[in-house]
């Protein structure tokens, strides 16, 4: 049974950080690209980086510069550092495992990041 947990969510003020993981289970982490989404109420999921098998990364616009992708596949877990938060980063941050040769995907329950201002 595949496996992604979240954690590292909460609330923070403006400018503060926090780091979020993933712990995945249940399939050859290694073989896989992990990423990051995002989705703020009444609004549509969308993505915020990547970090290919490869260690290739990937970031959103608005992630750029301030957030930072990583993974251990020791640990079976991916990172997000996330810096200089804004209130707009507010959502629920969801953990994504994928194999884009075979359309294999799973997806985390998320976590909350609340930003205030």
């Known amino acids: 049974q595949v496996q992604l947990v979240e954690s590292g969510g909460g609330l923070v003020q403006a400018g503060g950080s926090l780091r979020l993981s993933c712990v995945v289970s249940g399939l050859t982490f290694s073989g896989y690209d992990m990423g990051w989404f995002r989705q703020a109420p009444g609004k549509d999921r969308e993505f915020v980086a990547a970090i290919s098998s490869g260690l290739w990364q990937n970031y959103e616009v608005f992630a750029k510069g301030r957030f930072t992708i990583s993974r251990d596949n020791v640990k079976n877990t991916v990172y997000l550092q996330m810096n200089s938060l804004k209130a707009e980063d507010t959502a629920v941050y969801y953990c994504?495992?994928?194999?884009?040769?075979?359309?294999?995907?799973?997806w985390g329950q998320g976590t909350q990041v609340t930003v205030s201002s």
């Open positions: 994504n495992a994928a194999q884009l040769n075979t359309g294999v995907g799973y």
